[in-house]
Antibody
Framework: QVQLVESGGGVVQPGRSLRLSCAAS????????MHWVRQAPGKGLDWVAL????????HHEDSVKGRFTISRDNAKNTLYLQMDSLRAEDTAVYYC???????????WGQGTTVTVSS | DIQMTQSPSSLSASVGDRVTITCRAS??????LAWYQQKAGKAPKLVIY???TLQAGVPSRFSGSGSGTDFTLTINSLQPEDVATYYC?????????FGPGTKVDLK
């Protein structure tokens, strides 16, 4: 079945780095754009980044520009989020999601938790 | 960037009630509007896309309407399993901004 599974979350000190992965299965990964969305504890959903189906274009939310980088490996059916210079306010559950064209995000992973704390 | 607002921020309703949630975009977004349902501790789930198209597998008591800047999500005959937070989202070009959410619970 169509599935996204995130991994790589954990507890990290401010200023350090972390790389999240999202393994896709059950669909042609290379045909879909992909997003990262995060949710801070008790808060709403915040869009983080988008990558086109072939990796040719990326977009990042302003507060993570220059610190986070979205990428993908279509041969491995895997999406990544490289997070550098982490801050306490980056603490959140991070979800990867499939981009259903202009029709929203139709498949979501279960999320991976990132905690930035000293 | 286009901002999304929702009202109300929360509501309580009885089983069988009709529930309406409103979403407003700061600029016109045609029909590029999606609605998501998020139950406690779970990932969001797409409910409505293109403002009014029901995602496969979603009960027909859910419906969406609107275009431009004003949109509505309606739940006809609220069921206990509909207790959740609902988010609208501008779904076309980046940034794909989410609204702040509307929490729906049972009276």
């Amino acid at each position: 079945q169509v599935q996204l599974v995130e991994s790589g979350g954990g507890v990290v000190q401010p200023g350090r780095s972390l790389r999240l992965s999202c393994a896709a299965s059950g669909f042609t990964f290379s045909s879909f754009g992909m997003h990262w969305v995060r949710q801070a504890p008790g808060k709403g959903l915040d869009w983080v980044a988008l990558i086109w189906y072939d990796g040719s274009k990326t977009h990042h939310e302003d507060s993570v520009k220059g610190r986070f980088t979205i990428s993908r490996d279509n041969a491995k059916n895997t999406l990544y989020l490289q997070m550098d210079s982490l801050r306490a306010e980056d603490t959140a559950v991070y979800y990867c999601a499939r981009f259903y064209g202009d029709n929203g995000l139709d498949v979501w992973g279960q999320g991976t938790t990132v905690t930035v704390s000293s | 960037d286009i901002q999304m607002t929702q009202s109300p921020s929360s509501l309580s309703a009885s089983v069988g009630d009709r529930v309406t949630i409103t979403c407003r975009a700061s600029q016109g977004i045609s029909n590029y509007l999606a609605w998501y349902q998020q139950k406690a501790g779970k990932a969001p789930k797409l409910v409505i896309y293109a403002a009014s198209t029901l995602q496969a597998g979603v009960p027909s008591r859910f419906s969406g309407s609107g275009s431009g800047t004003d949109f509505t999500l309606t739940i006809n005959s609220l069921q206990p399993e509909d207790v959740a937070t609902y988010y609208c989202q501008k779904s076309d070009s980046a940034p794909v901004t989410f609204g702040p959410g509307t929490k729906v619970d049972l009276k």
